[in-house]
């Protein structure tokens, strides 16, 4: 599971939230003018940007370990591999 730390910037009623990336466990910031990952609504998973973006075929099976002990710690189905016999990115 991500860690969600919010933090208070510099003007009152604006944040940020500092995310881990699930995959490769990068930090990324998500706020209000920041959009450096990725959620992934069918695996409940929260990516950076460059784990999105580099798995456009399919999750890297490097990655696979990772993903499927994320499905399986929040009892989500294991996909179907696609047609690159990997796991679709969403
Ligand atoms: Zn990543």
Do not use: A
Request: proline content about 7%; aromatic content about 12%.
């Amino acid at each position: 599971m991500s860690t969600y730390n919010l933090k208070m910037g510099k003007n009152p009623g604006e944040f940020k939230f500092i995310c881990t990336c699930t995959i490769c466990g990068t930090k990324y910031q998500m706020g209000r003018h920041f959009y450096n990952g990725k959620h992934i609504p069918r695996y409940k998973l929260d990516v950076c940007q460059s784990c999105y973006d580099s798995n456009r075929d399919g999750w890297h099976p490097d990655f696979e370990t990772t993903l499927l002990s994320h499905l399986k710690e929040n009892n989500i189905p294991i996909p179907e591999r696609n047609n690159e016999g990997l796991y679709p990115r969403d």
